[in-house]
């Protein structure tokens, strides 16, 4: 990981499209599959729904989440509820936060057969991050240590379907998740809205570079549900995660 955090300012321009991602290192037995996209694009849902099929056909399978290593999850809380997180900050806790995960969770499981499902990965780093004015150089090599996916399933919805979702949904926008820090808006749901809209962006350019499988976030559940099965049946040996 970097020693120092960059020098950044929030800004909604585009950076210069990264280098292709590398290919999967397979030197272990399991498999990665990974939901991105924006709030709002279903992605949760699905990734759930893939979840159970797995299970109830008794699969060795372990989910993972953004955000949600215990280790540095009370120091996340404290910084949000005192909005004293600057970009860097936010996006080195974050980096934290994975890597712990990475090395107690996912790493070990990938290492012992284990078919591991995350919602979310690196690419919501690449994407949030990015758009409150952190270097996409800086950013990759922020998580270079870790694997790329088997699979990277990335829900796009038209921004206002996903905004219209989480607005309906909430009786109130976080600071952070409206992107308030930012400067934006003084609305929070405009101030949302915009913030998406530029993570929206940045997920679109990954769609190539990393190759995404971009799956039309406007579908009915069953049918993106369906098509998501199929990929995974397709792209990885599902019986060798058989449990014996």
């Known amino acids: 990981m970097a020693t120092s ?3 950044v300012k929030p800004t909604a321009a585009a950076t210069p499209a990264p280098k292709p991602a590398k ?6 037995p399991g498999a990665l599959v990974v939901v991105e996209g924006v709030d709002g694009s279903g992605k949760s849902t699905q990734l ?3 979840m159970r099929w797995l299970e109830v056909d008794r699969y060795r399978i372990h989910f993972t989440e953004w955000n949600s290593s215990p280790l540095v999850k009370s120091a996340t809380r404290r910084g949000k509820r005192r909005h004293m997180l600057t970009p860097a900050t936010f996006s080195l806790i974050h980096a934290a936060d994975f890597a712990d995960r990475y090395e107690r969770q996912i790493l070990p499981l990938l290492r012992g057969g284990h078919l591991v499902l995350a919602d979310r990965y690196i690419y919501t780093a690449l994407a949030r991050d990015g758009a409150r004015g952190c270097p996409e150089a800086w950013l990759r090599n922020l998580y270079s240590f870790a694997i790329v996916p088997d699979i990277t399933f990335y829900f796009r919805a038209p921004l206002d379907i996903a905004v219209h979702r989480i607005i309906s949904g909430r009786p109130r926008l976080k600071y952070y998740e409206a992107g308030m820090d930012l400067g934006l808006s003084l609305d929070p749901v405009e101030s949302f809205r915009m913030f998406q809209g530029m993570i929206l962006q940045r997920y ?3 769609v190539e570079t990393d190759n995404f499988v971009l799956m039309d976030g406007t579908q009915q559940v069953h049918k993106l549900q369906e098509q998501m099965r199929e990929i995974v049946s397709k792209r990885i040996e599902l019986k060798r995660f058989l449990e014996k």
Request: aromatic share 6%; no cysteine.
């Open 5 to 7: 955090p960059p020098s």
């Open 23 to 28: 290919t999967t290192d397979k030197s272990y």
């Open 48 to 50: 759930h729904l893939l």
């Open 204 to 206: 679109d350019r990954m």
